[in-house]
């Protein structure tokens, strides 16, 4: 919970921010494009804020936007699909080929976010994302399902929305 709190915190004190790396990430990625394929991956925050950080939109990149409710306290869930819903209509809008990455299975990269209870909870979320429009789904983090009771379970889940 106090990650949640924290990342409110901040995303609420920081979206008129300009990175100080701004100007060098944007030059990295426009060199980066010249010889390959980029996808940018980030969280569900307007473009507005984004930008400040070193997000933009190019038509030869790929999008990957995080659709975390395992980070979302279970009350505010509902107020999370419904801006996430028009977040996608807004994504998909630019790109059909945007990605959206559901998680968490396991733990993250500080190895202390809240992650799936079950495997109903990835189900429910799977169907959220298809139904509102999604062609490209992204589950992290995959190894993760090694580490649960019952791997075969997840597995079976995922198979079912291939």
Excluded: C
């Excluded at 790396?21 to 494009?33: F, H, Q």
């Excluded at 790929?62 to 306290?73: A, C, E, G, R, V």
């Excluded at 396991?106 to 139904?131: C, H, T, W």
């Amino acid at each position: 919970m106090l990650t949640v709190v924290n990342a409110l915190i901040w995303v609420m004190a920081h979206p008129f921010r300009i990175a100080k790396n701004n100007s060098y990430l944007r030059g990295k990625i426009e060199a980066a494009l010249k010889t390959n394929g980029i996808m940018l991956s980030t969280f569900p925050l307007p473009d507005f804020i984004l930008e400040r950080y070193g997000f933009f939109r190019n038509p030869r990149f790929n999008y990957n936007f995080m659709f975390y409710t395992s980070i979302i306290h279970p009350l505010v869930r509902p107020l999370y699909r419904l801006y996430y819903r028009g977040f996608m209509r807004h994504a998909l809008k630019h790109s059909k080929e945007t990605y959206f990455t559901l998680g968490l299975i396991s733990k993250g990269i500080f190895n202390a976010e809240p992650q799936y209870r079950d495997v109903s909870q990835l189900r429910k979320d799977m169907e959220f994302l298809l139904r509102n429009g999604a062609r490209n789904v992204v589950i992290y983090s995959i190894e993760g399902i090694s580490q649960r009771e019952d791997p075969e379970e997840w597995v079976q889940a995922i198979s079912e929305f291939i």
